[in-house]
């Protein structure tokens, strides 16, 4: 099985709204993945969690606050959005280097 | 700085029509080349690894190659269903994206 879970499949929030993104996998997978993507773009990486530790944060705006809670679940916490920040979110994991995406979150930011 | 860069940009195909799509990148301590289809407003489908020049595989109407500079996914008798954006990554300190080839397949 490779499959990541991401929820919601859709949001729309306010410039004042605070929601959270989330995602899951049950493969094993010790890396876990951000990516926004604006369309017709390649996904840009925002954060990676290797072992649930923050290893990487390409230098992503502090309205976006990631959080990994356990080996299996990533999550997103937005606050205080702009609406460039309208995107595609994906979700990935890896075991080494071989990145699984789940199918992505809509969001809207009015 | 790692660079991938895809060609063409767009393809629009007869179907039947057999093709290929280009993959050049540029990257230290390559760990791997990725190809990935993905649908408009879905996450990239992953397709295939290649890890060395020469490696060859194969997934129905595709067939992904590599060299020390480039990756090429041939798509052999495609359908309409082959219609998508095909991404190519390659896994240097980090994974690179290509832009991307979006592919048309006519009926």
């Known amino acids: 099985d490779t499959e990541v879970t991401q929820t919601p499949k859709h949001l729309v929030m306010g410039m004042t709204n605070k929601k959270s993104l989330k995602c899951e996998q049950h493969?094993?997978?010790?890396?876990m993945y951000w990516y926004k993507q604006k369309a017709k773009k390649p996904p840009e990486l925002m954060f990676v969690?290797?072992?649930?530790?923050?290893?990487i944060n390409e230098s992503v705006p502090s309205r976006f606050s990631p959080e990994c809670p356990n080996s299996s679940l990533l999550n997103l916490h937005l606050h205080a959005l702009q609406p460039e920040d309208s995107a595609l979110y994906l979700c990935?994991?890896?075991?080494?280097?071989?990145?699984?995406f789940g199918p992505g979150t809509r969001l809207t930011v009015t | 700085e790692d660079q991938v860069t895809q060609s063409p940009e767009a393809l629009r195909l007869q179907e039947g029509e057999s093709s290929s799509l280009n993959c050049s990148y540029t990257?230290?301590?390559?760990?791997?080349l990725f190809w990935y289809r993905q649908d408009p407003g879905k996450g990239p489908e992953f397709l295939f690894t290649?890890?060395?020049a020469g490696e060859e595989k194969e997934k129905e109407r595709l067939k992904a190659t590599l060299t020390k500079k480039e990756s090429f996914l041939h798509i052999t008798a495609p359908k309409p269903e082959d219609s998508a954006t095909y991404l190519c990554?390659?896994?240097?300190?980090?994974?690179?994206f290509g832009t991307g080839t979006r592919l048309t397949i006519i009926p």
């Open positions: 990935a994991s890896s075991l080494v280097d071989e990145q699984y």
């Open positions: 493969m094993g997978h010790r890396a």
């Open positions: 969690y290797s072992y649930e530790k923050l290893s």
């Open positions: 990257v230290s301590g390559l760990r791997g």
């Open positions: 290649l890890y060395s």
């Open positions: 990554a390659a896994a240097g300190e980090k994974l690179t």
